[in-house]
């Protein structure tokens, strides 16, 4: 299988691809949060702080927000 360099922006937690086409991260990074509130499995939590990362947001009760880190760069 060969794989091919792509480039993709984030902006305010959306993908977009080289093509045009958007992915709305911050659904996946939602459903990260309720899969981990729900188990408790830290696999989920892990993988969402690693979205987190990319996005520069955090999930709060008031919705997403910049985190620290992204406001510290």
Known sequence: MTTKAR???VV???????SGEVVDL???Q???NEAFAETGDHQYML????LSKI???EQTAAGF???CQSLQS
């Open 12 to 18: 305010a937690g959306v993908a977009t691809m080289e």
């Open 55 to 57: 996005t520069g947001l």
């Open 65 to 67: 927000m910049p985190s």
């Open 47 to 50: 993988a969402s702080d690693k």
């Open 7 to 9: 480039t993709v922006s």
């Open 30 to 32: 939602a459903t990260l």
């Open 26 to 28: 911050t659904s996946i």
